[in-house]
């Protein structure tokens, strides 16, 4: 056997130098950099975007929950009391603290025509958010849009695409509290027909109404008579 074969079959046995564990921590730390900073690039892109998509996403709501609106204003709750959102001043303090807000609708004559009120609740799935209008001297839900659900298609979804559950809130009133009875079974004003098929979500947001109100209800009816508002009358 020549010195050159010796040499392959020596090499072919000596086992391949594993790396260092130093070089495998190098190698992760940068990965997870590299990884890390791809995340940081896109959340500074897209959260504007987001976030700029839920603001139109919330207006056309406001918009559509309190019919003839023509402008509003975003009222938050602090300690009990509704006191006008001042973005510019809120956005220095904290630009991402969550606050409750309402909306304060009004009429091209600028008179006060109802509030718009988010909400959530669990569902059958997932959360339920909404925004319902409020008619605050007829103690009554005058609209009503869903603004997130993942509601199974074709049952739970049927909160926000069965126009006959959609008709429930025209006019509910909120007292003494909303009830949820059978469809057909509709005999009172405080109650809601749920859907066939899909009570547990027709429940739940029977339950967000309610839940939602107790937190709202005194808070508006002190807003309006502090500030002496009166609620534009309906026409005719």
């Known amino acids: ?16 130098k594993e790396p260092s564990s130093l070089k495998l921590v190098l190698a992760l ?3 997870g950099l590299l990884s890390g900073i791809i995340l940081v690039a896109t959340y500074t892109y897209t959260a504007p975007i987001i ?5 139109a996403a919330m207006k056309r709501a406001i918009f559509k929950v309190l019919p003839n609106c023509a402008s509003y204003s975003a009222l938050k709750l602090t300690n009990g009391k509704l006191e ?12 991402d603290k969550e606050e409750l807000l309402v909306y304060s609708g009004f009429n091209e004559d600028k008179e006060l025509i109802g509030f718009a009120i988010p909400g959530s609740e669990p569902g059958f799935q997932d959360i339920i958010g909404v925004i319902f209008g ?9 609209g009503f849009e869903v ?17 006959d559950f959609q008709t429930n809130f025209t006019a509910l009133a909120v007292e003494p509290e909303i009830i949820s009875v059978k469809k057909g079974e ?11 098929g899909a009570t547990i979500s027709s429940k739940a ?27 534009a009358q309906k026409d005719e």
């Open 51 to 55: 976030k700029a998509n839920k603001e």
């Open 186 to 196: 509709k005999q009172n004003p405080n109650e809601v027909e749920s859907i066939t």
């Open 84 to 95: 006008e959102k001042v973005p510019d001043a809120d956005n220095k303090k904290e630009e």
């Open 134 to 142: 409020y008619n605050a001297t007829g103690k009554i839900i005058i």
């Open 205 to 231: 947001i029977v339950k967000l109404l309610n839940k939602t109100m107790l937190i709202w209800q005194e808070a508006i009816d002190k807003y309006i008579k502090e500030n002496n508002l009166n609620m």
């Open 29 to 31: 730390g940068i990965a």
């Open 1 to 16: 056997m020549d010195t050159e074969q010796q040499h392959i079959e020596i090499s072919e046995l000596t086992p391949e």
């Open 147 to 163: 603004l997130e659900s993942k509601e199974t298609p074709g049952l739970g979804d049927k909160i926000f695409k069965d126009a």
